[in-house]
């Protein structure tokens, strides 16, 4: 006779096969689609914003007789509005809900476009740019949250990656047009996405997550099956999620003091190390000034933003890219290579943008979505998106002063930062791969499914 079968070996793997034959297979619905296609034109108001103050830097600045001071503050003064933004973004995304916050964020860019494009001095350009800023920093948090909310597991990274997709775009389009168009012509069309997505909103569900967070169990029922089809079998994960964010409602409530508690102390560090990282590379000065490092390099600046916009979304290495611009200075200062330098910096400058694009442009964004729990995703988010801001400001504002110091001084620095982020995600940032929300923030150590 053969050997009898103990049933209790085949538990684990009945266990496994079961709660695999219990969840659907991922499906791309319609309604799934649009949904993302609602948030990300929020990115793609982020881009457009990000881009604006590089290719009408020289048109502006005569335009308006502005000097290099008061131009550097209003490229800086978006990131002012957008640390506000980011400060109160997640307050209001958990009390209003993530849809209803997108279109608040967006009635602040149409008022600021509105402001840029009627300016006649320069302190309406900066309340103008203030107030984009203010609704970018809210957009910056609760679109990367909203994604990750609505999707299932095995299409979340891919859909995340649009949103960084669009800034591209926003940024790319916004360069494009701006070698050819005047800046006020520029600031009104700088509205029509706003409009499309405050549009849109009126169709799409509201996160089922947020909506379980809330309570609200009918509605919650409803956008998970809109989401997932009419056909679909969303018992799973509606279970899943109802039983996780019941047990983190028991355990906190969500306030800034809660994320002094150790358990939340690893994200808190990866997510905030992934946005200092990110803006100290340097990102925010090339972006802001692309225009002015291509002719301080020695190179036609319409023909350098125009090949910003093929690379936005290819190439690799920020780290190189640095390294290439900083040398390309330093071999003007020592007089070698004179002609080939201003190559040397085009090719370091379209590395950087491109690398930056494909790697830590999103990663931080998609990160943060990612780690918190739901009960403290909007505290936390906003830190981590004030954290990101408050760099994005000191870069963008000091960055021209950077360049009259040291040039090639200023590149070599962000290249060594770039170089760290290297190590860093190397060593500390976990893999989401697969996972639900709730199995990546069980992982980490919060509550155990």
């Given amino acids: 006779m053969g050997e009898e079968i103990d049933e209790a070996d085949l538990a684990p793997e009945t266990s496994l096969i079961n709660k695999q034959n219990q969840e659907p297979s991922a499906t791309t619905t319609t309604t799934l689609l649009f949904t993302t296609l609602v948030a990300v034109s929020g990115s ?6 990000i881009g604006y103050s590089s290719p009408v830097q020289s048109d502006l600045t005569k335009h308006l007789n502005l000097s290099v001071a008061e131009y550097s503050l209003f490229g800086s003064i978006l990131t002012i509005g957008a640390m506000i933004g980011a400060a109160m973004s997640g307050r209001i ?16 860019c149409i008022l600021g476009w509105l402001a840029i494009y009627l300016s006649k001095v320069a302190v309406w350009l900066d309340v103008g740019r203030f107030l984009v800023g203010y609704g970018m920093g809210v957009l910056s948090f609760v679109i990367p949250v909203y994604i990750a909310e609505i999707t299932p597991k095995e299409l979340r990274g891919g859909f995340t990656t649009v949103h960084q997709l669009m800034i591209c775009l926003g940024v790319s389009v916004t360069y494009l047009l701006g070698s050819f168009i005047g800046w006020r012509i520029l600031a009104l069309i700088g509205m029509i996405p706003c409009v499309v997505q405050m549009i849109g909103l009126f169709i799409v569900p509201e996160s089922p ?24 079998d969303t018992s799973y994960e509606s279970s899943e999620i109802k039983d996780y964010t019941k047990r983190l409602t028991d355990l906190s409530k969500g306030s800034l003091v809660d994320l002094i508690q ?18 100290f590379g340097g990102v925010n000065g090339i972006a802001f000034y692309a225009s002015s490092i291509f002719e301080s390099a020695g190179f036609s600046s319409k023909i350098g933003m125009i090949a910003m916009v093929v690379v936005q979304i290819s190439a690799t290495g920020t780290c190189i890219g640095c390294f290439l611009v900083g040398l390309s200075f330093s071999l003007q200062v020592v007089s070698l290579f004179s002609g080939e330098t ?4 085009l090719t370091g400058v379209l590395m950087y943008t491109g690398s930056f694009s494909l790697g830590m442009g999103g990663i931080p964004w998609v990160i943060m979505s990612e780690i918190f729990p739901i009960d403290i995703k909007g505290p936390a988010g906003s830190l981590v998106t004030v954290v990101s801001w408050i760099g994005s400001w000191i870069i963008s504002f000091t960055f021209n002063f950077l360049m009259n110091w040291s040039p090639a001084g200023t590149f070599y620095v962000f290249a060594t930062v770039c170089g760290v982020t290297v190590i860093f995600v190397a060593k500390l940032v976990p893999e989401t791969k697969g996972r639900t929300l709730e199995e990546i923030q069980s992982s980490i150590g919060y509550v155990q499914l």
């Fill in 209 to 232: 997550r947020w909506l379980a967070k809330v309570g609200t169990w009918e509605e919650f029922e409803i956008a998970l099956q809109r989401l997932r089809g009419e056909c679909a």
């Fill in 262 to 279: 150790p358990r939340y102390a690893k994200s808190l560090f990866v997510g905030v190390g992934l946005m200092v990282l990110q803006q």
């Fill in 342 to 345: 201003s190559y040397i910096a």
């Fill in 44 to 49: 793609f108001v982020f881009g457009s914003a």
């Fill in 93 to 108: 995304a958990d009390l209003i809900g993530r849809r209803a916050t997108m279109g608040f964020s967006e009635m602040f």
